[in-house]
């Protein structure tokens, strides 16, 4: 806590070790409103600077409960005009410290930013609803198709016909409910509690031999080339799924005839582990969003895919999981490349 020599005299006995193992900022003003104490966590955050608040919402607030004695809680939205380059939401508590006090008029604000809690909220807000909206696609025109078997019963073409697009869509309502699934493990393990030695050689096997079938049906050639023997700390069976996922990505977004290439390479004390494609890349625009949940670049034609809209969030906390980053770099009509960095194993050779 940061106090003046000159107001300690005026502080109730015992407030600085108080409000110095408080998680919230904490700022106690006189009745000049001049600043008595403030803590570390309010000056960096731009509540107060010198001797002032100078967040006009907490001041008028202070002057209310100075005048009436009654304690005031809410939340509060600042600006980046009155915050230091970005809008926070604080949730506020003050309450006079008594008039007997040093002359009176002493009142202490507590203030805990609520910006990231609110964010969480959002997400999942986000989430239950997207979920809902992707959920609701495939059982629609499961209902609906079942619906058309029975009516065309007697037309054996038609049951056929139609009995193929149910599979189509059972599979997409299967494999969207094992991507939420994959992506609750991974974000409630985060990080691994028990990660073992994964040699990357057989990742990118298995991942290639998962994504050949997809690949071969539109003639992409899939291939392999970089540093082997490289390994890492982690989870095979996650890294494996999340190279599958950037391998059917790429697989997806690419013209027929083309090829999509893994490398693999050591950078210091990282792993590199990239995929790259000829494909229609990705705007410049949409770079920034394209980890998020369900985020689609091009709806219509994930719907021809048959993307979840969850697999590169899944790559995303898989990358997180292992201490690592992921990055893209992409140019509209020229193709992508996604690179996972991962930390080196300890004692593998460079």
């Known amino acids: 806590m940061s106090v003046s020599s000159t107001a300690q005299a005026n502080l109730p006995a015992g407030l600085s070790a108080v409000l110095g193992v408080l998680s919230s900022s904490a700022v106690v003003i006189d009745s000049d409103d001049r600043v008595l104490q403030a803590s570390e966590a309010a000056r960096e955050v731009g509540l107060v600077k010198d001797d002032d608040l100078i967040v006009g919402e907490l001041l008028a607030l202070a002057r209310q409960v100075r005048r009436d004695g009654e304690i005031r809680e809410g939340e509060i939205e600042i600006s980046a005009s009155g915050l230091a380059g970005r809008t926070t939401s604080f949730a506020v508590r003050v309450a006079p410290l008594g008039s007997e006090v040093g002359g009176g008029g002493l009142v202490l604000l507590l203030v805990e930013d609520q910006t990231e809690r609110r964010r969480v909220e959002e997400v999942r807000r986000d989430f239950v609803a997207n979920t809902s909206h992707e959920l609701k696609t495939p059982v629609g025109a499961l209902a609906l198709l079942a619906e058309t078997i029975e009516d065309a019963a007697d037309d054996p073409e038609a049951v056929r016909r139609f009995a193929g697009r149910m599979r189509q869509e059972a599979n997409r309502l299967t494999n969207l409910v094992q991507d939420m699934i994959t992506l609750s ?39 392999y080339t970089g540093t082997r023997r490289l390994a890492v700390l982690g989870d095979e069976e996650l890294l494996v799924t999340a190279l599958r996922n950037l391998l059917d990505n790429a697989v997806a977004y690419s013209p027929e005839k083309t090829r999509v290439l893994v490398s693999t390479c050591l950078d210091g004390n990282m792993v590199e582990l990239s995929v790259a494609d000829q494909g229609i890349g990705i705007p410049e625009r949409d770079l920034e969003r394209i980890f998020e949940r369900f985020y689609r670049v091009d709806p219509a034609r994930s719907r021809v895919t048959g993307g979840t809209g969850l697999g590169l969030a899944i790559v995303k906390h898989v990358t997180a999981a292992h201490g690592g980053k992921v990055t893209v770099t992409s140019k509209e009509g020229a193709g992508s490349t996604f690179t996972l960095r991962l930390p080196v194993r300890p004692g593998v050779p460079s």
């Open 185 to 223: 493990r991974i974000q409630a393990a985060e990080p691994m509690p028990d990660p073992a030695r994964v040699e990357l050689d057989s990742v990118v096997a298995e991942a290639l031999d998962r994504g050949r079938m997809k690949a071969t049906a539109r003639g992409i050639e899939l291939a």
